[in-house]
């Protein structure tokens, strides 16, 4: 299915944005990048979505989107892996503005308990710089590194209501959230959800929250089922993996996040992010930040270096990421499945573009073996495309130069 066209007017000294899928910039030959030819070529195999954004402003600054897709269809399932964790730790903190409590801020330590055996609670992180959690260090720990745990607790905050139904009303139609992460507990289980109180520096409670569950049930469209056999418990099982109890997240969604996180002002208040300036400046910061920048938390640079989730461009790299270039962006990495959705800035030519990609290589369709092309092809195919599409937007002229200054948090 292809990308529809859109037109976006905005009133009173809003924004005017056309939005417009074209495909030219696919139709090349590649002669330079042989993993996007052979992806190119094999586009049923590899199960490759693209969907790319221009960007140019008006004279206010704002700016008009021009999109072009490839093979972009949002009813075709792929497993999102980790991207489902940027909408979360936005809902977080937009949960977090809503609760309208005195002193309940992002640093607020947050205590999860238990109540049922399938559930862990936490009362320390030995990451943050107090050895607390709360919901800011969670984020930064989503946004560094994509740590399952820290969505997790995000997740058991929301709960699946809360989640499903804010997407719904900002126009995200096709994401359903049903599961916690890489934490194989039954559907229903992923339907409880685990008290949580948030305490004072003096350990006086601010806000304290009941175990909760909901009774909706939610579920994948199409009940999808992927790859010819999967493993479970290490045993191996013939035919597809059901998926109708994990995540979609549709890459127009993910595109649309990732907007909406870095332009709000280009879509009406209904369809946008809540956030205060101070928490999307947060999420901006840390969602561009690299993990060897980061104190609190801490990484080993040598398993996290700076391409570690920075596929476009510069994924197949170990090598530093110059200081010119800034991506935001949210990745996800599972069952043969690589997705980035980027938001690409080079702070010195002027450059910024919107990117996001799902590529799948699974040469022996078996789920869950951990048997997967990654390093072969999914990786050079990530850094071939950034690679490719940053060409072409340092060749393009614009007629308005771009003011990159609110996004440089070098």
């Known amino acids: 299915m292809m990308r529809y066209f859109a037109l976006i007017l905005f009133f009173s000294g809003f924004l005017s944005a056309c939005q417009q899928t074209q495909k030219g910039p696919f139709e090349a030959d590649f002669a330079d990048y042989p993993t996007l030819r052979e992806v190119f070529g094999n586009v049923d195999k590899y199960q490759v979505q693209i969907l790319y954004t221009r960007i140019d402003r008006n004279e206010h600054g704002n700016p008009l989107f021009t999109d072009f897709a490839f093979h972009l269809d949002d009813e075709r399932y792929f497993y999102p892996a980790s991207t489902v964790k940027l909408p979360i730790a936005l809902l977080a903190l937009e949960w977090l503005e809503e609760q309208d409590v005195e002193g309940l801020t992002l640093e607020t330590t947050m205590l999860t308990d238990s109540v049922r055996p399938s559930q862990i609670p936490a009362y320390l992180d030995s990451t943050s710089q107090n050895g607390l959690p709360s919901i800011g260090h969670y984020i930064k720990k989503i946004l560094l590194v994509s740590d399952n745990d820290a969505a997790n607790r995000l997740y058991e905050l929301l709960g699946l209501d809360y989640i499903n139904g804010k997407l719904k009303e900002k126009g995200l139609d096709h994401t359903v959230i049903t599961q916690r992460?890489?934490?194989p507990i039954s559907p229903e289980e992923n339907r409880q959800f685990n008290p949580?109180?948030?305490?004072?520096?003096?350990?006086?409670?601010l806000l304290e929250l009941p175990a909760r569950h909901t009774d909706s049930i939610y579920v994948v469209p199409g009940s999808p089922k992927l790859g010819k056999a999967f493993y479970r418990n290490d045993s191996l099982f013939q035919g597809g993996m059901d998926f109708s109890f994990k995540n979609k997240f549709a890459l127009s969604d993910l595109h649309g996040v990732l907007q909406r996180t870095i332009f709000p002002q280009a879509f009406f208040e209904s369809q946008r992010f809540n956030l205060s300036a101070e928490h999307r400046d947060?999420?901006?910061?840390?969602?561009?930040?690299?993990p060897g920048e980061s104190a609190y938390p801490t990484y080993d640079t040598t398993e996290f270096y700076d391409g570690y989730s920075k596929f476009f461009k510069f994924g197949s790299s170990k090598d530093p990421i110059p200081k010119q270039f800034r991506i935001f962006n949210k990745t996800g990495w599972s069952y043969g499945y690589l997705i980035d959705g980027s938001y690409f800035v080079d702070f010195e030519n002027g450059v910024e573009f919107f990117v996001s990609a799902v590529v799948y290589t699974n040469e022996n369709q078996t789920m869950n073996d951990g048997n997967y092309e990654t390093e072969e092809i999914a990786k050079?195919?990530?850094a071939e495309l950034g690679d490719y599409l940053y060409q072409l937007e340092l060749k393009r002229e614009k007629q308005i130069p771009a003011d990159l200054t609110a996004v440089d948090f070098r």
């Open 181 to 183: 992460l890489s934490f």
């Open 196 to 205: 949580i109180r948030f305490v004072d520096k003096e350990g006086k409670t």
């Open 282 to 290: 947060f999420v901006l910061k840390y969602m561009g930040m690299l």
């Open 380 to 382: 050079p195919f990530f």
